[in-house]
C-alpha cells in the first residue's frame, strides 16, 4: 500500500511537471511570436516616420524662399570648382568678398523671377527698417482706386500678378489684398524691436508662398504708382523729378505707365526679373540704398554699385550679391 501510494505520488508529480513544461513551452512560445510581431511593428513604424519626416523636411525646404546662413567660401568652393576661367573668376570675386569686403556668410534666395523683390524685401523685414517716409503721408490701401478715379487709369484693370496672370475687373480687390498683405506685415515687423523674434516672423512669413507674391506684387503696383506721377508731374511741368524716370521713360518697351506696365510689370514673376533700370526705381520707391555686389564683373567699376545713385544719407542700407544680374543673394558682414 505505501509503494502503491508513492508511485502514484510520483506519477501525478510527473504528470504535473510535464503539464507545467508545456505551458512554459506554449508560454514562451507566445511571447517569441508577440516579440517578432512587435519587433515587426516597430520597424514598420519607424520607417514609417522616417519617411514621413523627410516629406515633411522636403516640403518644408521646398518652401523656405530664403535659406538660413552658411560660409561664404565653402558656398564658393562648392558652387565653382574646376578650373575653367569663369569658375576661376568667381572664386576670386568670393574672396575678394570675404577678405577686402568683410562678408563672412551667405543667405541663398530662392530662384525665381520674385528673386531680387524677395532679397531686398527680407532685409528691410528683417533689419526692422521703418515704412518710407511717403508711404506713412498717404494711405497706400488707396492707391488702386487713386490711380483709377482721380487720374482715370483705367487701364490699370489689365494689371497681371506674376505666374498667376490675372486681370480683370476685381483686380482693384485683388490689388487691396496685396497692398494690405504689405502694410499689415511692414508695420508689424518694423514694431517688433526683438531681433530674434523678428527674424522668426520673417522665416515664417517667407515660409508662405501666398503671402509672400501678394507682397512682391504690392511693391510692383507702388512702382507703377511712382511711375504714374512722374508722368503727371512732367505733364503739368512741375517740381524736377528723378533722373531715374527719365531713363525708364528713355526706353521704347516703356515711354509711359501703360507700357512700363504690360512690357515689364506685369511678366516679373513670371518670365521676367528686375533689370538696372527698375532696381533704381525700387530703391527709390522703399527709400533704401540698395548696395549690389556683382562678381561677374569683379575688378571693373561695375563691381560695386548702389541703386538709386542719389539716394538720401538718412536712407537704410542693404545688400545684395549676383553672379549674373538675374539671381540675387543676400550677403552677411
Known sequence: EVRSWKTAAKQSFCLMCQKVKEQLTLSMSFLLTVFWYCKRLY??????????????????????????EVDLLDYSAREWKGETKQAKHMRE???ALAWTYHVKYLRQVKRDNYCVLRA??????????????????????????????????????????????????????????????????????????????RGNICDMLFSDETKEHKLYEAIKFIMLY???????????????????????????????????????????????YLDQVEL??????????????????????????????????????ISLLTEDDHYYHIPIF
Not at 284 to 312: A, M
Open 43 to 68: 520597424s514598420f513604424l519607424a520607417q514609417l516616420l522616417k519617411r514621413w519626416s523627410n516629406y515633411l523636411q522636403r516640403k518644408l525646404l521646398r518652401n523656405i524662399s530664403v535659406l538660413t
Open 93 to 95: 570675386a568670393y574672396d
Open 120 to 197: 531686398v524685401l527680407f532685409q528691410i523685414f528683417s533689419q526692422g527698417i521703418p515704412f518710407p517716409s511717403w508711404m506713412k503721408e498717404r494711405d497706400i490701401l488707396k492707391l488702386p482706386e487713386k490711380l483709377l478715379y482721380a487720374q482715370g487709369c483705367n487701364w490699370i484693370q489689365q494689371y497681371s500678378f506674376g505666374p498667376e496672370r490675372y486681370t480683370g475687373p476685381n483686380v482693384f480687390g485683388k490689388l487691396r489684398k496685396c497692398m494690405e498683405t504689405l502694410k499689415t506685415n511692414w508695420i508689424e515687423l518694423s514694431a517688433t524691436k526683438n531681433p530674434e523674434e
Open 226 to 272: 511712382e511711375v504714374v506721377e512722374a508722368c503727371e508731374q512732367i505733364k503739368n511741368r512741375e517740381e524736377p523729378i528723378h533722373n531715374l524716370f527719365s531713363l525708364l521713360l528713355a526706353r521704347d518697351s516703356s515711354s509711359d505707365p501703360l507700357s512700363f506696365m504690360m512690357n515689364h510689370l506685369n511678366s516679373i514673376g513670371d518670365s521676367m
Open 280 to 317: 533704381l526705381l525700387l530703391g527709390y520707391v522703399l527709400e533704401v540704398k540698395i548696395r549690389v555686389y556683382r562678381l561677374h564683373r569683379f575688378d571693373t567699376e561695375e563691381f560695386q554699385v548702389s541703386y538709386p545713385d542719389g539716394y538720401r544719407r538718412e536712407w537704410n542700407e
